[in-house]
């Protein structure tokens, strides 16, 4: 998701998280994360910490938006803070995150302003797409380099015919086994890829079955990912 402004962004995620949140389905994302010590690239409002804090895990977050950092501070005080870009991280920032030494990377819902993504109301989504797969391998990269690190989990929103999840399991597996892992110490099989399905939202279900009766039978969902280091 892309909106406009940092407020916009901000705004729609807090909104979302919130429902989100209510769903359980940060809980969820955190009860797949395994080891104890959690790097999280993008944290947006915050959420995604709270529940990992709630497992009783160690966070690290990263994100770029200055905004972002300080709506999670508010929501996860006990985490560690850390405002970098991680496909452009300086030496002093990559010391900073050895020194945690992480276990697990999380990335989760990717989303960034407009003027991040470069998005615009006629690109059809294409400019997201580039954005969310170039910070995929940047933060798969970045996990890669980490020798303590054991895993990688990758969850973000999507839209799938509900009867057919099991092969949109595989499609899942192979999407990052192509893009974002591809040449890297990780793997992945169905096994580790996961659908949960989405309530209606800001963004209603409900509305785009009634305007497009062709999609009735595609569910919003989130699609997990934990890619395990195989070297």
């Known amino acids: 998701m892309s909106e406009g402004s940092v407020a916009g962004f901000l705004g729609y995620w807090t909104a979302e998280g919130e429902a989100y949140a209510r769903a359980g389905d940060y809980a969820w994302m955190a009860s797949l994360v395994p080891g104890t010590r959690v790097l999280e690239i993008g944290c947006g409002p915050g959420f995604g910490s709270e529940a990992l804090l709630a497992r009783g895990l160690s966070v690290l977050v990263l994100d770029h ?41 999380v990335c989760w819902l990717l989303g960034a302003p407009a003027e991040m993504t470069g998005a615009t109301p006629v690109d059809g989504g294409r400019a997201v797409v580039a954005y969310r797969e170039r910070i995929h391998r940047a933060v798969a990269e970045l996990a890669a380099s980490l020798p303590g690190v054991r895993a990688l989990h990758l969850v973000d929103r999507t839209a799938i015919p509900w009867q057919a999840k099991d092969i ?56 997990s990912l934990l890619a395990i280091r195989s070297q």
Do not use: M, W
């Not at 850390?82 to 030494?101: H, K, M, P, W, Y």
């Not at 990780?186 to 279900?205: E, V």
């Open 65 to 105: 938006l200055a905004e972002c950092l300080e709506l999670a501070r508010g929501r996860a005080a006990a985490a560690s803070f850390l405002q970098a870009d991680v496909s452009a991280l300086t030496a002093g920032q990559l010391a900073q995150i050895e020194a945690f030494a992480p276990e697990t990377v």
């Open 168 to 223: 949109g399991r595989d499609t899942l597996v192979r999407y990052h086994l192509e893009k974002t892992l591809s040449g890297l110490p990780f793997t992945a099989t169905r096994g580790n890829a996961l659908y949960r399905k989405l309530g209606d939202t800001i963004a209603s279900a409900g509305q785009v079955h009634q305007s497009r009766p062709a999609l009735r039978h595609v569910v919003p969902t989130l699609a």
